[in-house]
């Protein structure tokens, strides 16, 4: 199967472009981005998800059979410029949707994320459940996911994706979401022992670790379109509070000193969101299980970094 992936530089897709190439074959999976950065290897082409024209030409050109769409603009950069999430996120998606219906793509892969819940959704939501979200970013991944339920059932199109927490990862910094405190608390920690959450202590929230992550989209993307039973799947692979990610970080690094001076806008965001989310559809329909939780992925996060930022001076 050949492969183009959207917003290929950003945290996920830097991480998932390399897993997909091992998988599918290195020129069977075609990055691509607004401009590249980091170090993904070729084939790479930059595209414009605002611009059918670019994307139906690089389908056509590469012989493209399935689409893992990313490009997106995260929850707190959202609120910044309403606008611009809302035309990324929502006219990007018809876009991709559109042109994998009229070359008839095999799959189209969009992950969506918790941001669809809000207050009224009651806590460890499953795959279905009120989806009244207070962010442009969670409005967006509504729409997202009622799209593609629409193509599926309309056009037959495969869409499919994991319904994400934050996603924790050490290759590629945090790229302005709510929860990328749980990141940078790992970066501060190793850099200068000590860090300033945007969240009150209390605040607790469902994520993931990158590899967990990965394995999601994997699995996802292999099971038969028989055996789903819902086209978005909750995946989580662990909760908990900002103080215990605080005290976690201490085990590792002693000296670690954390602060808590909660961000007005983006406590909001994280108070509209569940502490949890249930995920046992995924479990049951394609065999999901996070292999990572909160000690471990400390573990790892810490020893990584700290390598990557002696490597690079």
């Known amino acids: 199967m050949r492969i ?36 993904l290897a070729d084939p790479f082409v930059e595209l414009d998800v605002l611009r059918r024209d670019e994307l139906d030409r690089v389908v056509r050109d590469y012989k493209i059979e399935a689409i893992v ?41 969009i992950p969506s994320s918790i941001a669809v819940y809000g207050p009224e959704t009651p806590d460890n939501p499953g795959d279905i459940a009120i989806m009244k979200p207070k962010t442009i970013y969670g409005i967006s991944k509504v729409v997202t996911e009622l799209l593609g339920e629409y193509y599926y059932s309309r ?34 920690a190793v850099k200068r022992r000590e860090y300033t959450f945007w969240v009150r202590q209390d605040t607790r929230l469902p994520m993931i670790y990158m590899p967990d992550t990965i394995r ?38 002693p000296e670690f000193k954390a602060d808590f001076k909660p961000d007005p806008l983006r406590q909001k965001i994280a108070d509209s969101w ?26 790892d996060m810490i020893e990584n970094l700290r390598r990557v930022l002696v490597e690079s001076g």
């Open 4 to 39: 183009l992936v959207t917003g290929a530089s950003g945290q996920i897709g830097s991480e998932l472009v390399p897993a997909l190439r091992e998988v599918y074959g290195r020129d069977n999976v075609v990055a691509s981005g607004r401009r590249r950065r980091g170090s």
């Open 69 to 109: 769409h990313l490009a997106a603009v995260l929850s707190a950069k959202g609120e910044q410029d309403p606008a611009l999430a809302w035309d990324v996120n929502t006219n990007g998606t018809i876009n991709v949707l559109e042109v994998a219906r009229a070359n008839k793509l095999e799959m189209v892969v």
């Open 155 to 188: 056009y037959g199109l495969d869409v499919r994706g994991p319904r994400l927490p934050g996603v924790i990862s050490w290759k590629t910094p945090p790229g302005g979401g709510t929860t990328d405190y749980a990141v940078e608390a790992f970066y501060e």
């Open 216 to 253: 999601a989209f994997l699995l996802l993307m292999k099971a038969e379109s028989s055996s789903l039973t819902v086209r978005f799947y909750n995946v989580q692979g662990m909760s908990f509070t900002a103080r215990e990610l605080a005290d976690t970080i201490r085990k590792f690094v």
């Open 274 to 299: 569940p502490k949890s989310i249930d995920d046992s559809r995924a479990r049951r329909d394609w065999g999901w299980k996070p292999e990572w939780d909160l000690e471990s992925m400390a573990r």
